[in-house]
């Protein structure tokens, strides 16, 4: 396991649009991903930290893929080749001049040809992430382009994706071949026949967003498959989604963090950080709320990349207005509302796991009779249909009640609690039932535990 990266000393205070309320207090419609400062953080501290974080991720093996930075100056700063990409630090990182002069210990990546043809097909690009995770290599040798229109930020945050045909390794010819894609169709995502992916971005945090988003499609598209048909959002679903945005937050000045407070912000963004550690959440989707008093709570914002979440983005709900100066998550006002109606329940976890959302994109019951374990802390788990979140906060809220548990199809697993850790258990509980459940499925479908079982269960664990 690695250790927690905190980029404290390099985070900037984000685009002007997300920092600034407009003049009556209220947010406009448009935020940008906060991501780390490629002006403050030097390139080869930049590709140490993203390399290690798609290795721990099971996204790359020790010697597969590649990935770099164009600097201003038009240097491209490069991963090297043959060296463990478990144990890279910044010296290992080469740099290969504008005019073709090599610095550095090694050599660099043998796939340099092809990021040197890609930035010079696209000045937007800055960074490359090259690598053969096992999903999105599925896609690459059944020659299939995946539709990401699974959930609704999804295709916004990848766009198009691309097909780039075969090519050997390290060849003019395939660097020929990606760059067309890039060139010809302005793609940020390209998957490679036969090979992997590759993708661009305006900064390394761009492209990594990208790159994770497009995996956790790949991954809940092919466990989905496994459990019935998936459903794909239309682009007006989409379009919906990524226009709600609650604009009508009105924001409070004259903050108090006492120390209570600020406890709660320091538990948020350790769970946080290990549910991303532990693939339960992805930078570019995930809420957490904490109950801090009475119905006031703290909740992660908007648009902040999940895995650099800071004690200090946290926002602070007190008597339904915002912190000034920051955005909450959009879906604030049903977390608002499940707290007033369910006083039993402190905190709330919302995200996209996997083989929960394969479940979620499928329409597939998650049956939750596996095992003892999973019946007593999630109880029965109803899905309720895309969209209700947003326009049904009222029905929505009291369903948590009687369920701990609710999954959206399309959209998301909802998780709620007294402690942040025990929903942070229930989170990997839930997870792990569906992993089983999707597992099961190649050898035979499950076997619920009996109706008279879970009375026995209900009466031996006081479950309500
Ligand atoms: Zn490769």
Redesign the pocket.
């Known amino acids: 396991m690695g250790k927690p990266e905190y980029f404290n000393n390099h985070l900037i205070t984000a685009s002007p649009l997300l920092a600034s309320p407009s003049a009556d207090g209220r947010f406009g419609g448009t935020y940008i991903m906060k991501q780390l400062d490629t002006q403050l953080m030097h390139p080869v501290e930049q590709i140490n930290i993203i390399i290690g974080r798609i290795y721990r991720s099971g996204m790359t093996t020790t010697s597969?893929?590649?990935i770099s930075i164009r600097d201003d100056n038009g240097d491209i700063w490069i991963t090297p080749s043959g060296v463990d990409k478990g144990n890279l630090t910044t010296k290992d990182i080469m740099c290969v001049k504008k005019n073709g002069t090599i610095i550095g210990p090694h050599r660099p990546s043998s796939?340099y040809p092809f990021h040197k043809a890609i930035y010079e097909s696209r000045p937007d690009i800055t960074a490359i992430i090259?690598?053969?995770p096992p999903a999105l290599v599925a896609f690459s040798i059944a020659r299939v382009v995946p539709d990401t229109k699974i959930v609704p930020q999804a295709h916004n945050i990848i766009g198009e994706v691309g097909f780039a045909p075969y090519g050997t390794?390290g060849s003019e010819d395939l660097g020929e071949k990606i760059a067309d894609e890039f060139r010809n169709k302005n793609y940020k995502a390209v998957i490679?026949e036969n090979?992997?992916v590759v993708l661009g971005g305006s900064d390394m945090m761009d492209a990594y967003q990208r790159f994770e988003t497009l995996e956790f499609c790949c991954r809940t598209i092919i466990n989905g498959q496994r459990l019935g048909e998936v459903n794909y959002l239309s682009d007006q679903q989409v379009s919906q989604y990524v226009n709600h945005i609650p604009g009508n937050v009105p924001h409070f000045m004259n903050i108090d963090y006492p120390s209570d407070e600020r406890a709660l912000r320091t538990e948020m963004v350790s769970i946080i950080r290990r549910a991303c550690d532990q693939g339960l959440m992805i930078s570019t989707y995930g809420t957490v709320s904490v109950r801090w008093k009475d119905d006031d709570f703290l909740i992660t914002p908007r648009d902040v990349a999940r895995w650099d979440i800071v004690p200090e983005d946290i926002v602070q709900i007190k008597s339904g207005m915002a912190e000034t100066g920051k955005a909450p998550s959009r879906s604030v006002a049903l977390h608002q509302r499940i707290y007033q109606l369910n006083p039993h329940i402190n905190s709330i976890i919302c995200t996209q796991p996997v083989n929960l959302m394969a479940h979620a994109v499928s329409g597939t019951k998650f049956d939750v009779r596996t095992i003892p374990e999973s019946w007593i802390f999630l109880q029965d788990v109803p899905s309720i249909p895309f969209g209700l979140i947003y326009n049904e906060i009222e029905e929505v809220a009291k369903m948590f009640n009687d369920n701990p548990v609710i999954l959206v199809e399309n959209d998301s697993v909802f998780v709620t609690g007294d402690k942040l850790l025990n929903t942070f258990d229930y989170l990997e509980v839930a997870e792990f039932s569906a992993n089983s459940l999707v597992m099961a499925q190649t050898i035979g479908p499950l076997k619920p535990i009996g109706d008279k079982e879970i009375e026995d269960l209900r009466i031996a664990f006081n479950v309500k």
């Open positions: 597969g893929g590649n796939e090259h690598a053969h390794p490679m090979h992997g």
